[in-house]
């Protein structure tokens, strides 16, 4: 949802890939990147809309291991981005994540 006093309607384009590959029955590494390009419309009554275009992307790079039929774990690297047309909008942003699921 995005709202400002010219603009609160969006069209978002979007683009993805991504492979896995199973490694063994236990372990799988995906890979997925996004691509997107989003133009902020205007309002519905008329009003100038406001010619601010972003352009994001995001890259995801995960492992999932299985080393039992109760454990699962996981790893994951995520960068997204944003480049906008308007000034103090983009931003970069690195994410690591490492977790474990045990069900009894």
Do not use: H
């Not at 997107?36 to 890259?59: F, K, V």
């Not at 960068?79 to 690591?96: E, G, I, P, V, W």
Request: aromatic share 12%.
């Amino acid at each position: 949802s995005y709202a400002t006093f010219n603009s609160n309607y969006s069209q978002t384009d979007r683009m993805s890939l991504g492979p896995n590959w199973q490694i063994s029955q236990k372990s799988v590494i995906r890979l997925r990147q996004d691509w997107g390009r989003t133009s902020y419309l205007g309002a519905p009554t008329g009003a100038a809309p406001s010619q601010r275009i972003d352009n994001t992307r995001g890259t995801a790079l995960s492992f999932f291991w299985q080393p039992e039929r109760n454990l699962t774990c996981n790893a994951a690297w995520q960068n997204a981005a944003r480049a906008s047309n308007q000034t103090a909008l983009d931003y970069d942003s690195r994410q690591l994540t490492i977790s474990a699921q045990y069900n009894y």
